[in-house]
């Protein structure tokens, strides 16, 4: 490095210091607002977990009871206020005792596997405690099965044996509403988030019979889970 000469007294002068804007933006970096923040691709991304439970409503109301739900997803934050997820979730009800004997078994249960595109919009993106509405479309495979317990397995115990199935596969949709509360993050945007939500899912299933009334599939899933 070469020291340069100062013209008013002779002496030799350290160069200017490099300006600290240029370095920060070529990384996709920047410090100011009172925060630090990323703009890279991969600082967009969002992926989220949860489980919890199904509760029928509408048509469903006779054909399936209470049951469980998981969760997985991930995409992109297209802003602080906007992200869209593709989502996989697994939801397992059972089936109404009278239901089940009309069909021809023992016991039964309901299996709905979707995968859908959900966008995601925060209505208070910069409070640690916020509300955010979620909604999207998607592919939905849905099975109805009346099981019949024979006997036995290798220990001795009865066991499900399915007598009678029925599956379909068609559009579906989803709206809802969710709490989250932000965990982490120095200046308030740490991007980890508890939540839970409640969506109203509507699939149009076709009936098993022209008589049984079970066409559409209503039901609300209610997921508690993690999102980051």
């Known amino acids: 490095m ?15 210091a490099p300006d600290g804007s240029a370095s920060g933006a070529a990384g996709g970096q920047e410090h100011g607002g009172g925060g630090y923040h990323d703009h890279s691709l991969m600082s967009r991304l969002t992926f989220i977990a949860g489980a919890g439970f199904n509760a029928p409503i509408g048509n469903d109301g006779p054909y399936v009871t209470y049951g469980g739900n998981f969760t997985i997803g991930g995409g992109l934050r297209l802003s602080n206020r906007i992200s869209v997820l593709g989502e996989y979730q697994f939801i397992d009800d059972k089936l109404p005792g009278a239901f089940v004997a009309a069909g021809g078994g ?54 499900n044996v399915t007598a009678n199935s029925f599956s ?16 982490g993050g120095f200046y308030g945007d740490g991007k980890t988030k508890l939540f839970a939500e409640a969506r109203y899912t509507y699939i149009n299933t076709p009936q098993i019979t022209e008589t049984n009334g079970l066409g559409r599939t209503e039901l609300i899933p209610v997921t508690f889970g993690v999102r980051f």
């Open 2 to 16: 070469e020291l340069a000469a100062d013209p008013g007294t002779g002496s030799a002068a350290l160069p200017a």
């Open 106 to 159: 023992t016991n039964g249960n309901t299996h709905i596997n979707s995968i859908t595109v959900d966008p995601v919009i925060e209505l208070f993106p910069k409070w640690k405690n916020s509300v955010y509405a979620v909604g999207g479309v998607g592919w939905y495979h849905k099975s109805t099965n009346f099981n019949v317990e024979e006997c036995c397995d290798f220990f001795g115990y009865p066991v």
């Open 168 to 183: 379909s596969d068609q559009l579906g949709a989803n709206l809802g509403l969710g709490y989250e509360h932000r965990i």
